[in-house]
């Protein structure tokens, strides 16, 4: 197991070669923003916050830091101006489907995000899917997954399979980063559904 040393906004960090940019800056103390990432999980890049700007070999690209590989002499800078307007517009399209979230709002006041700059949406889903793969993933139950596409994407447990495993579990509850009761509220419309069943996300 080898180890790389890389710059992360002008800190020399050293990182295992098997870390991701985001592992990396974790460890030597820099935040990231993220909310679709969590340790138990495959990377997802769904909510994007955690987009960098990484130049390696001389070249300078945008990625996500949450999937981009450590290299040997990668340079990252996480709080460029450019980033943080995306960081910015990121924030301003899920307040316009959360905007009660308490996790969205510490990071509004951060990068100033205006919460009205975008029409609200009869949602509170940011399509972060920590729910969806947490329970695939680690329970192996596939209890909730997507439906429909696009802007109408959202988040639905299966009844048939929730009513059995969902209140013996309910670990997905405290992952939503736009409040856990909310997620508990769909479960519970879903098990006096008769909504039908769907195909997952991952099946298709």
């Given at each position: 197991m080898g180890v790389v040393t890389?710059?992360?906004d002008n800190k020399e960090v050293k990182a295992k070669e098997e870390m991701t940019v985001l592992e990396a800056a974790q460890s030597a103390g820099i935040d990231i923003p993220t909310l679709?990432?969590?340790e138990k999980l495959e990377p997802y890049t769904a909510c994007r916050l955690c987009m960098v700007e990484v130049e390696s070999r001389g070249r300078v690209k945008l990625d996500t830091a949450?999937?981009?590989p450590v290299k040997e002499n990668m340079v990252v800078r996480t709080k460029t101006e450019d980033i943080i307007?995306?960081?910015r517009?990121?924030?301003e399209l899920?307040?316009?489907h959360a905007p009660d979230s308490r996790e969205l709002?510490?990071?509004v006041k951060e990068y100033g995000a205006d919460k009205d700059r975008f029409e609200k949406e009869a949602s509170f889903c940011i399509h972060c899917g920590l729910c969806v793969r947490y329970c695939a993933e680690v329970k192996k139950k596939s209890a909730v997954g997507f439906i429909n596409s696009g802007v109408r994407r959202e988040i639905s447990f299966v009844p048939e399979i929730a009513s059995k495993e969902c209140w013996n579990c309910k670990e997905c509850f405290e992952l939503c980063p736009t409040e856990a009761l909310q997620t508990a509220y769909l479960f519970t419309v879903a098990q006096i559904s008769d909504s039908p069943s769907f195909e997952l996300e991952s099946e298709k």
């Amino acid at each position: 197991m080898g180890v790389v040393t890389l710059t992360i906004d002008n800190k020399e960090v050293k990182a295992k070669e098997e870390m991701t940019v985001l592992e990396a800056a974790q460890s030597a103390g820099i935040d990231i923003p993220t909310l679709c990432h969590h340790e138990k999980l495959e990377p997802y890049t769904a909510c994007r916050l955690c987009m960098v700007e990484v130049e390696s070999r001389g070249r300078v690209k945008l990625d996500t830091a949450c999937s981009s590989p450590v290299k040997e002499n990668m340079v990252v800078r996480t709080k460029t101006e450019d980033i943080i307007k995306i960081r910015r517009t990121l924030l301003e399209l899920m307040l316009s489907h959360a905007p009660d979230s308490r996790e969205l709002q510490a990071l509004v006041k951060e990068y100033g995000a205006d919460k009205d700059r975008f029409e609200k949406e009869a949602s509170f889903c940011i399509h972060c899917g920590l729910c969806v793969r947490y329970c695939a993933e680690v329970k192996k139950k596939s209890a909730v997954g997507f439906i429909n596409s696009g802007v109408r994407r959202e988040i639905s447990f299966v009844p048939e399979i929730a009513s059995k495993e969902c209140w013996n579990c309910k670990e997905c509850f405290e992952l939503c980063p736009t409040e856990a009761l909310q997620t508990a509220y769909l479960f519970t419309v879903a098990q006096i559904s008769d909504s039908p069943s769907f195909e997952l996300e991952s099946e298709k």
